[in-house]
């Protein structure tokens, strides 16, 4: 595929100004652009990808008048746009969230040429048969998962490793092996996705499972509700009538005894006849403060599992994975800056990578993000001090490729000879200084900046490193020439 710009982006946000954000959500934001075919200038073709036949049918019969003119906007010799489907992206979820299914059931039902296949089964149940409406409506009601939180989408690292097998076990055997499955660990870590990836699985093995996933707060005042309302037994019916249960963040159940009281012999029901309890949480069991013994010794039960902060490979493969899955493709040493600076948890890595996305107009796969846009999408809150300063004391930001062409240009060698192979002394020299350069300058990693020398590896960026660090303490005239260089660079 041509490396045309990248306006998809561009060309999303323009769709979702003109549909409703329901019909965004749904539709439009999971379609994958794949690039745009023929030659510049005449009669060029997008090509786009969705996740079903069912799904292609809709967007075409719905959406396509919408689709060609924001298209057009940014491709404007686009004639055709061909949707191809392709069974591994995210599926269309029916009723991930209540409002959604509403909308959908109403939507399909007033469209009547819409072709089946396997990922829209549900729904079209729902719509054909008046006695499997019901019953699918409830379960997928129920449930209230959300589509994004899936198996597909998790990336599987070492910080998270053994909750996902813990997760995929119970997925795989629900209510047989780890019950209930407790998963802890900091904010942002990924409990919540991991937990309703579990959800999703069980309901894709089991379409007529009641499953439900509920925060405890939620719980917590549905509760207080059907209290008040007079509605207990229905409450405790239909608790006590799930095939799976998920209770996210049971930190907040701590204090509230009357809900506890509640929870217990819920969970004991469920338990006993062996239904699913998955139960997340940003501490271990017994460090949840003011929830009752009994409470807390059954949820060591099952299986309790944490997930602790992605450490920097990690962060690298879940930027990656993020990227890919957008359709961005974005350099390596982009990615391992941020991963380098956001060390909090996966939110943020999102919430960064979402913000570069929407910074940068044109991200074809031969573009390259400036330094300038990416360290604007990290912003200050994620720099520690001494990198705070550092930036606010630059002017400009400079690239890999400008460090190695202002290198070149101070020794009088080519820029091929610096990222060439070449081990002749003044070569060395220049291909060291630019090693050196990245790492103190654009704080690169060293496996980053063996990347950008032709895969080398990380042990001979050090060494070259090292060098100059012993160049510049002996040598003070070479100690001026890196101060010239860097000078220019900051010009
Ligand atoms: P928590 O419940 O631990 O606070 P979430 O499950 O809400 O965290 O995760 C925060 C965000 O990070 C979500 O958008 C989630 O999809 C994403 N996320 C977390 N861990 C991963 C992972 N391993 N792979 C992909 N996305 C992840
Ligand atoms: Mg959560």
């Known amino acids: 595929m041509p490396a045309a710009h990248n306006y998809w982006p561009l060309v999303l946000q323009d769709l979702k100004e003109s549909l409703t954000a329901i019909n965004f959500q749904t539709w ?40 060609q003119t924001s298209l057009r906007k940014y491709y404007p010799n686009v004639t055709e746009i061909s949707i191809s489907v392709d069974e591994s992206l995210e599926p269309v979820v029916v009723g991930a969230e209540e409002s959604i299914q509403q909308s959908l059931i109403q939507e399909v039902s007033a469209s009547d040429e819409v072709t089946d296949n396997k990922s829209s089964i549900s729904l079209m149940k729902i719509l054909s048969d008046p006695a499997s409406k019901y019953q699918g409506v409830e379960t997928k009601l129920v449930h209230s998962l959300n589509s994004k939180y899936t198996f597909d989408n998790f990336v599987i690292c070492g910080s998270n490793q053994l909750a996902a097998m813990a997760a995929n076990t119970v997925a795989k055997h629900p209510g047989m092996e780890y019950n209930p499955l407790f998963i802890y660990g900091g904010v942002g870590l990924g409990k919540t996705h991991l937990m309703q990836a579990v959800g999703h699985k069980i309901l894709e093995n089991n379409p007529n499972f009641k499953i439900k996933y509920i925060s405890a707060e939620t719980f917590i005042n549905e509760f207080l509700f059907a209290m008040q309302k007079n509605k207990m037994a229905d409450f405790k019916a239909f608790y006590r009538s799930l095939d799976v249960l998920l209770v996210d963040d049971v930190q907040f159940l701590a204090g509230k005894e009357a809900t506890q009281e509640e929870f217990f012999h819920t969970f004991n029901e469920l338990h006993q ?44 493969a879940i930027l990656q994975h993020k990227a890919r899955r957008r ?75 400008t460090i190695i062409e202002v290198v070149a240009e101070y020794y009088s060698l080519q820029v091929s000879d610096i990222t060439g192979v070449s081990r002749s002394k003044e070569i060395m020299k220049g291909r060291q200084v630019c090693m050196w350069l990245m790492k103190n300058e654009l704080k690169l990693s060293l496996p980053a900046i063996g990347r950008i020398f032709g895969g080398k590896d990380h042990t001979t960026v050090l060494h070259g490193c090292r060098k100059i660090d012993e160049l510049i303490s002996n040598d003070p005239s070479f100690g001026g020439e890196i101060e010239s260089i860097q000078a220019v660079l900051k010009n």
């Open 273 to 316: 006849q062996n239904k699913q309890i998955i139960l997340t949480s940003d501490r271990a069991p017994k460090d949840i403060p003011a929830v009752e013994a009994r409470l807390v010794s059954r949820f060591g039960w099952g299986m309790v599992v944490d997930i602790s902060e992605p450490d920097f490979e990690s962060r690298v």
């Open 327 to 401: 359709g961005i493709n974005l350099k390596s040493d982009v990615v391992e800056f941020v991963a380098e600076k956001v060390v909090s948890n996966v939110r943020d890595l999102e919430g960064v990578l979402n913000k570069i996305l929407m910074h940068s107009t044109s991200l074809g796969v031969d573009q390259s993000i400036s330094f300038d846009i990416v360290q604007k999408c990290i912003g200050e809150d994620f720099l520690k001090q001494n990198e705070k300063n550092y930036f606010k004391s630059k002017k400009t930001i400079v690239s890999p490729q």
């Open 28 to 67: 439009i934001s999971k379609i994958q652009f794949n690039g745009v075919v023929g030659s510049k200038g005449v009669n060029q073709v997008v090509s786009l990808s969705v996740p079903s036949v069912f799904c292609r049918n809709y967007i075409q019969k719905k959406f396509y008048n919408q689709l």
